[in-house]
């Protein structure tokens, strides 16, 4: 019989409204599960938080970076998000971190890259650093926003102020080469230089108008992303833990009004988190949400015991989540793809590893989801050899979408 992961039915995903994909500035206690700064999150099209990619993922996604021979590495945040609007996964999420990430062969991530994962295990630098410092005329820049335009310009924004030799910027700047956080810049298509956007003044006034304050600062844009509704404006968040702009997402439109979700206006009350958020990334999605493999704990040992636990959430009751799992190879990640599998696209069980197919065999692993919608299973650590690691991830049999990887280690 043909393997399910290379025999999936072809679904065609429903193109759904816009999400709002979203980081945060410091992680928030959870229901479930908490919600980490290193995390992607999104914003239910009701009200509520539903994660994107979690911490588990993370681990999958960059593999042994620090090469000390598990799965335990993850960025300490995202700084900036911009999903392209073409879909496709991983290879069209455009992110920056707030410190580098090594890479295997000796390179790194830096803080003032954009990059994305290819889809089968590596990364690709989309918009490197000196990319934007030679636009701006500055040195050892932070990416702190990013977002790609609907006409091709580039707006971004940096984690701290610069210094800029352009006399370009610096007369747009009211004549100070000092240019603050708060700034946005925009750098058209056939541009070799950026121009000033929205200087620290507009900004500022933007987010007063929108909230109806007079503050003299919202510390920093720390999100950015095209307003839909808007062509040629953005949707703007700050680093401020002012109660008038903490969690709150504004428009450029107009002058600066709040953002409106299903007639909501976006802000703490409609993340429906357990403290107001400070939002630091955030970008839009017309992708269909993929389903999320959640792990709780990551790690265990055999001396220690206890149980391990593993669930898929939002689902239909009845319906069946395959679990299939493998062993991670190193550095990795490895990932390959198929046209037949939808959801997070990207696939992470090794087809090379026996333990891949022989998932089907174990009937626990043919998760049934309950009443609530969560199909889980749950292990004893007792048992595990020292040392060993499994990489999982669930492929939702009515729709042919998989989860995002998660991986459990096993204390040596």
Known sequence: MPHILTCFVLFLAPVTAQDLIYSLAHDIPGLAHDLKKHELHRLRPGGGTAPFVPLEAWRVLLGDRNGNGIYDDEPSDINALHIRSTGGGLASWLMSTSVTIPLAGGTCLKDGDVFAFDGHGGVDVVYSESFFEVATQTTAIDIDAFAEGPGGALWFSFADDEFTASPALTAQNGGAPSIDEQTVFR????????????????????????????AASVVDVCGLASDPANPGHLLLSSRSVSSSFQGRVVTTAGGGSTWLVGGQPVGPALFGLSAAPTLDALSLSVESPHPVLRVDPAGGSSAAGGLGHCEVRDLVPGEVVQLVVSNPRLPGPFAWQTPNVLGFVTVFPDPMDPSTWASFNVPQWHMVANANGVADYTWNWNGLAPGMAFLGQGFRISTGEATSPGIVTVAP
Do not use: C, M, S
């Open 187 to 214: 750098l058209d298509p056939a541009a070799t230089e950026a121009v000033i956007a929205f200087t620290k003044t507009q900004v500022v006034q933007i987010f007063n108008q929108a909230a109806g304050t007079g």
